[in-house]
């Protein structure tokens, strides 16, 4: 039940505002005096205060400081009397939310009521989600109330002391490497170094020398010897992002070194030892590079030790608000802006939009959002273009909601499915229709869930 402070000490003021805030569901909470607010505001609390600014034990407007103080997310309206709206208009500049003169129409009583309540309604909101927050900040960067994500919280709980390669799967944006570098973090290699291997920004023809270092004079170019990122991580961790672009020359290399921990580095002989905790990351299953031939199966069946597969934001979207308070205050403070939260019109359109770039792609909508934003609350109007329109576009009713890469599975699996009808339900007989390996098509009915 919503509880409003009424703070005058006309008779009849109290009985008109009670009958109209019970008329909407508020309680009516009545205060004659400074002295009576006082004792009710340090031991209640409020969601809405309506203050007269002339009182009998003093005004209203010096009292407004310690009122904001007590109640810092309760929306404060002033009331005034005629000829006294210079000192409403101070009071908002103090921090009230409105006012309202008196005598006033009861519709317009009622709606500036209503607007306040809305802001309650969102403060508290915000005040929720910052709980939240706090809450599950033992868990690092990683943010999320999820079930999907706290089973994820248990994994990485397990694996994080042990040396164990964790293979880290997800679409792009989700934050696979906010995990790997948690697992870093919990691990008692968390002193050491924590590099990350983007496999696909590097040309296919330097990604060796990269990964395993080089010899001066191996190459054209090559003036000095050079470490490689296994040699840089000794020690700590080394993420390989994108681990299915290793070209396939490199991926043996990777598999001899996870095998003996030995490695050379381009244009030498001598082998070396490094002590690093491997982790990958995909945003593909590996093994449909696996079926297409782009990636080794020995080396899949090695790094497939322990998976975690990090949900697509649109598949989480509980934990929608809960990214949106965390940037929100990250750029409110790196911008300098005193951005308060979020209106519930732009609230409403972020829950609702797809998020194909999940959550790299709603960072840098509120990114966007704060800079860009008139006032301290962002609204529709602040958000990105993308963002308002999205989801009114042709291929959205296409897809039905689905991602590029589901609408790919879903037609795998039919086909699979009709091969081993056509085969009578024998894998191999299915495996030769297809024109495949019989170990590569068990494969995928795995990763497809076909029994």
């Not at 040396?163 to 008692?188: Q, T, Y």
Request: proline residues 4%; charged residues 30%; aromatic residues 6%.
């Amino acid at each position: 039940m919503l509880r409003a402070l009424v703070v005058d000490d006309e008779e009849v003021v109290q009985d008109v505002i009670g009958k109209l805030l019970n008329k909407e569901g508020v309680t009516h909470i009545p205060a004659y005096s400074i002295l009576d607010a006082k004792d009710l505001v340090n031991n209640e609390d409020f969601d809405l205060v309506l203050l007269d600014l002339r009182l009998p034990d003093g005004d209203g407007l010096d009292f407004l400081p310690e009122l904001k103080e007590a109640l810092p997310n309760t929306p404060i309206i002033v009331l005034t009397a005629y000829g006294t709206v210079e000192s409403a208009v101070k009071a908002i500049k103090e921090g009230a939310f409105d006012f309202i003169e008196k005598p006033f129409s009861n519709k317009s009583f009622l709606d500036r009521v209503k607007k306040a309540l809305k802001l309650r309604k969102i403060l508290k909101e915000n005040i929720e989600l910052k709980a939240q927050l706090e809450s599950i900040k033992g868990f690092g960067k990683i943010i999320g109330k999820n079930h999907r994500m706290l089973e994820i919280y248990e994994v990485i709980k397990k694996v994080a002391s042990t040396n164990a390669i964790v293979l880290i799967e997800g679409e792009s944006g989700v934050g696979k490497e906010v995990v790997a570098e948690e697992i870093h973090e919990r691990s008692k290699r968390k002193h050491g170094p924590f590099i990350v291997f983007h496999c696909g920004n590097i040309p296919s023809d330097l990604v060796e020398s990269h990964l395993f270092g080089h010899k001066k004079g191996a190459f054209t170019g090559a003036t000095e010897d050079k470490k490689g990122f296994i040699e840089e991580a000794h020690g700590g961790t080394l993420l390989l992002d994108d681990i299915t672009i290793l070209p396939l020359p490199t991926q043996a290399k990777l598999l001899r070194f996870l095998e003996t921990r030995e490695f050379i580095r381009l244009g030498d002989t001598k082998p070396r030892k490094a002590n690093v905790r491997i982790l990958v990351a995909t945003n593909e299953p590996v093994e449909s590079a696996v079926y297409e031939g782009r990636f080794r199966e020995d080396l899949f069946y090695r790094i497939n030790v322990i998976k975690i597969k990090i949900p697509p934001l649109r598949k989480r979207k509980e934990d929608i608000p809960l990214f949106i308070f965390h940037f929100l205050e990250m750029f409110s403070k790196e911008y300098g802006k005193p951005i308060k939260g979020i209106k519930e019109s732009a609230m409403e359109k972020l829950l609702s939009y797809k998020w194909p770039g999940n959550v790299r792609e709603l960072k840098n909508a509120i990114e966007s959002a704060v800079v860009l934003a008139k006032g301290e609350w962002i609204g529709l109007d602040d958000l990105p273009e993308s963002i308002r329109k999205g989801g009114e576009g042709n291929l959205d009713l296409v897809l039905g909601g689905k991602s590029y890469k589901e609408i790919l599975e879903d037609f795998e699996r039919m086909i699979i499915k009709k091969a081993l009808a056509e085969a009578g339900g024998v894998q191999k007989k299915a495996a030769e229709i297809l024109k495949i390996n019989p170990s590569t098509l068990n494969m995928a009915m795995k990763r497809l869930g076909i029994k």
